[in-house]
């Protein structure tokens, strides 16, 4: 078992900055990639960037450029630095993580919400 907890959501105006926190308790030698979700009001979720266990990084389109994710192994930590935001950034974020046996943890999601 895996256990996700997220930091760091809010409220900021377009341009604006946020850091987002996801850290990780219990079985956590058996984390493989980790990556950031986003759901929109009636839209589906959608992988916003991810990360391997060796570091290689990927992003949608969208944030490329503007949004940066990292990971601190040593303290079973997942960032998603949000640079220049827009009004469509507005979303609920969750973290997840998939484990080496294949196992997927949701994060309870934060809200993020960028005002024009």
């Known amino acids: 078992q895996v256990q996700l907890v997220e930091y760091g959501g809010g409220l900021v105006q377009a341009g604006g900055s946020l850091r987002l926190s996801c850290t990780a308790s219990g079985s956590i030698f058996s984390i493989n990639a980790m990556g950031w979700f986003r759901q929109a009001p009636g839209k589906l979720r959608e992988l916003v960037a991810s990360i391997t266990s060796n570091g290689y990084t990927d992003y949608i389109d969208s944030v490329r450029g503007r949004f940066t994710i990292t990971r601190d192994n040593a303290r079973n930590t997942l960032y998603l630095q949000m640079n220049s935001l827009k009004p469509e950034d507005t979303a609920i974020y969750y973290c997840?993580?998939?484990?080496?046996?294949?196992?997927?943890?949701w994060g309870q999601g934060t809200q993020v919400t960028v005002s024009s």
């Open positions: 997840r993580v998939t484990t080496t046996r294949g196992l997927v943890y």
